[in-house]
């Protein structure tokens, strides 16, 4: 067995790893880099708020359909079930533990009985972001740091903004709120 020196290990890594890794990431993340920065150019420009929150939502649900082709739809019933339960808690001081218990109860759904194992295994990462961004501001509108409760647009251009939905990270109602209004990231 001939043992490689230092240069074609490193050809044959280049070659055998890096390019196609770097490649097929690319292809993975292609639209998601566009679709990010249209919606960018679009919360920059002097459009109305309900277009820029009508862009986060479409775009979220673009790269959604992109990544999850139609398994997409249980990533939407859960922003869907979220704003359902905030809609009947809406005069309760205890919305965050509310929708917590109803997302954890999904959650086990989901992972134990609704859908095949590789399917959730697959969007658990966009439901986690989903989860922990309806959860924060289910907590956030319980103590008051945010105003007014949003709208469905709002709620859900907010859930699935594009940049967040697929690989995160979490961000607040407040820094989607700022990204919409056009001010610096």
């Not at 920065?37 to 986060?56: M, N």
């Not at 992109?66 to 922003?79: G, N, Q, R, S």
């Not at 409760?149 to 251009?157: A, K, Q, R, T």
Request: aromatic share 12%; net charge neutral; proline share 2%.
């Amino acid at each position: 067995m001939d043992s490689f020196g230092r240069v074609e290990f490193l050809q044959a890594l280049a070659e055998g790893c890096v390019l196609p890794t770097a490649q097929q990431g690319l292809e993975q993340v292609w639209q998601l880099l566009l679709v990010c920065l249209l919606c960018r150019v679009i919360c920059r420009l002097g459009v109305s708020c309900h277009v820029k929150h009508l862009s986060s939502l479409a775009g979220g649900l673009y790269v959604l359909y992109t990544f999850f082709e139609l398994h997409m739809m249980w990533v939407i019933i859960l922003c869907l079930l979220c704003y359902l339960i905030l809609l009947l808690s809406i005069n309760s001081s205890s919305r965050g533990v509310f929708l917590s218990v109803v997302i954890l109860i999904y959650m086990l759904m989901g992972e134990l009985h609704m859908i095949d194992a590789a399917t959730w295994h697959k969007m658990r990462g966009s439901q986690m972001v989903v989860a922990m961004k309806a959860i924060s501001l289910a907590f956030d509108l319980d103590r008051g740091a945010v105003s007014s409760f949003p709208s469905p647009l709002e709620f859900m251009g907010y859930l699935c903004f594009a940049g967040t939905i697929i690989f995160g990270p979490w961000i607040s109602f407040a820094s989607y709120t700022d990204a919409i209004i056009g001010c610096k990231m």
